[in-house]
C-alpha cells in the first residue's frame, strides 16, 4: 500500500513540530505535533483535506488543553531557588570584617562560608546580621540589617 502525499506531509509537519518543540517551552508545539498526527490518520482513512484540517484543529486544540496543567508544572516558577541563587534574600553573619578598603570580607549563610562585600561600600563589623542582595562571582554583595550584638 502507498502512503499518498498528504499522509507524508502530516507526519514530516508532526516530526518538524516534535524537533522544534525540543527548543521551546510549554509543550505547545507538541500539542500540533499531535494534531498533526491525527491529520495523518483522517488521510491515511482516505478523508478529504478539508476534515483532515478540521481533525488537525480539533486534536490539536484538545491537545493544547490537556497538556496545560502539566506544562504549568513542569515549566512554571520552581519553588526552590537552585545554585548560587539560593542565597539570594537570606541573613548571614559576618565572621570577617568587611572592609572595602582591604577587599576583606567573609560571612557565613545557613552553613556555607562566603567572601562578601558590601553594597555600599562601607565597613561592616563581625558579627553583624546582614542580608544578600546579590551575587558577584564568587562574592556575595550584602547590606547590613543588624549591628553586632553589645559585649
Same mark, same amino acid.
Given at each position: 500500500?502507498?502512503?499518498?502525499?498528504?499522509?507524508?506531509?502530516?507526519?514530516?509537519?508532526?516530526?518538524i513540530?516534535?524537533?522544534?518543540?525540543?527548543?521551546?517551552?510549554?509543550?505547545?508545539?507538541?500539542?500540533?505535533?499531535?494534531?498533526?498526527?491525527?491529520?495523518?490518520?483522517?488521510?491515511?482513512?482516505?478523508?478529504?483535506?478539508?476534515?483532515? =484540517?478540521i481533525?488537525?484543529? &480539533? $486534536?490539536?486544540? *484538545?491537545?493544547?488543553? %490537556?497538556?496545560?496543567?502539566?506544562?504549568? #508544572? @513542569?515549566?512554571?516558577?520552581?519553588?526552590?531557588?537552585v545554585?548560587?541563587?539560593r542565597? =539570594?534574600?537570606k541573613?548571614? &553573619? $559576618?565572621?570577617? *570584617?568587611?572592609d572595602? %578598603?582591604?577587599?576583606?570580607?567573609?560571612? #557565613? @549563610?545557613?552553613?556555607?562560608?562566603?567572601?562578601?562585600q558590601?553594597?555600599?561600600?562601607?565597613?561592616?563589623?563581625?558579627e553583624? $546580621?546582614?542580608?544578600?542582595?546579590?551575587?558577584?562571582?564568587?562574592?556575595?554583595?550584602?547590606r547590613?540589617?543588624?549591628?553586632?550584638?553589645?559585649?
Amino acid at each position: 500500500m502507498v502512503l499518498n502525499t498528504f499522509v507524508w506531509g502530516w507526519l514530516i509537519l508532526a516530526m518538524i513540530l516534535f524537533v522544534a518543540e525540543i527548543f521551546t517551552a510549554g509543550f505547545v508545539l507538541a500539542a500540533f505535533g499531535v494534531g498533526a498526527l491525527a491529520g495523518a490518520l483522517a488521510a491515511l482513512f482516505g478523508l478529504s483535506i478539508p476534515v483532515q =484540517l478540521i481533525v488537525f484543529v &480539533v $486534536v490539536s486544540a *484538545a491537545a493544547v488543553l %490537556l497538556s496545560r496543567r502539566f506544562a504549568d #508544572r @513542569v515549566s512554571g516558577e520552581q519553588p526552590q531557588k537552585v545554585g548560587v541563587d539560593r542565597v =539570594l534574600g537570606k541573613q548571614a &553573619v $559576618v565572621l570577617e *570584617a568587611i572592609d572595602p %578598603l582591604r577587599a576583606h570580607g567573609m560571612v #557565613r @549563610v545557613d552553613r556555607e562560608e562566603w567572601r562578601a562585600q558590601s553594597q555600599d561600600g562601607s565597613m561592616i563589623p563581625v558579627e553583624s $546580621v546582614v542580608e544578600v542582595v546579590a551575587v558577584d562571582g564568587t562574592r556575595l554583595i550584602v547590606r547590613q540589617i543588624a549591628a553586632p550584638p553589645e559585649s
